[in-house]
């Protein structure tokens, strides 16, 4: 069975660095791409990048570019969002999904979601 | 940058049919999925490449994608049916895009 399991939740200051792991099982990883999606509370969806596990080749949404970095480590099957210095705004549930090819399949899983708190 | 429009929800009586619109310019030139999330949990896909259905879907689910409009369709609506429904399609600049969400209440 494909799974995408997230790290846990994450309370961290304002100002401090952050990294979450997303580790997929049951799937060739290489074969699929990793997106990252933010949820703020009680909001809607928003893209955040993408990454190709195969080639390790990024797209940003432009409202995300230069805010967070996502990576994968191969090795491992798991793929990662972070941030360098975090800020109140970031607080929201951040979702890791796959998908097949761009502009044509849609995100057929998803992790479980990892909630990131920023507070002073 | 490329957007997608959705009502902010939709309420029907149950058994009757759900119709959930989502506009962007030309929309109909591209792909779109749907996907059902409930309080607390992951987003599922319902509907992809505008009208496909994943096998573990129900049958009552449909959609379709023309013009300037994507519609999600429901019939037979019941209370597991409720939750947000989002559109989702392709930006040539924005990529990834995502409708603002319809909450579809059963009552």
């Known amino acids: 069975e494909v799974q995408l399991v997230q790290s846990g939740p994450e309370v961290k200051k304002p100002g401090e660095s952050l990294k979450i792991s997303c580790e997929t099982s049951?799937?060739?990883?290489?074969?699929?791409?990793i997106a990252w999606v933010r949820q703020m509370p009680g909001k809607g969806l928003e893209w955040v990048a993408i990454?190709?596990?195969?080639?390790?080749?990024?797209r940003y949404s432009p409202s995300f570019q230069g805010q967070v970095t996502v990576s994968v480590d191969r090795s491992v099957r798991v793929a990662y969002l972070q941030w360098t210095s975090l800020k109140a705004s970031d607080t929201a549930m951040y979702y890791c999904?796959?998908?097949?090819?761009?502009?044509?399949?849609?995100?057929?899983?998803w992790g479980q979601g990892t909630l990131v708190t920023v507070s002073s | 940058s490329y957007e997608l429009t959705q009502p902010p929800s939709v309420s029907v009586s149950p058994g009757q049919t759900a119709n959930i619109a989502c506009s962007g310019d030309?929309?109909?030139?591209?792909?779109v999925s749907w996907y059902h999330q409930k309080p607390g949990q992951s987003p599922v896909v319902v509907i992809y490449?505008?009208?496909r259905r994943p096998s573990e879907i129900r049958e009552r689910i449909s959609g379709s994608n023309s013009g300037n409009t994507a519609t999600l369709t429901i019939s037979g609506t019941q209370t597991m049916d409720e939750g947000v429904y989002y559109c989702?399609?392709?930006?040539?600049?924005?990529?990834?895009?995502f409708g603002g969400g319809t909450k579809l209440t059963v009552l």
């Open positions: 989702q399609s392709w930006g040539s600049s924005t990529g990834v895009v």
């Open positions: 030309k929309l109909g030139d591209r792909y």
């Open positions: 999904a796959r998908l097949k090819q761009l502009e044509k399949d849609p995100f057929d899983y």
């Open positions: 049951a799937y060739s990883f290489t074969s699929y791409l």
């Open positions: 990454i190709d596990p195969y080639d390790t080749e990024t």
């Open positions: 490449q505008n009208s």
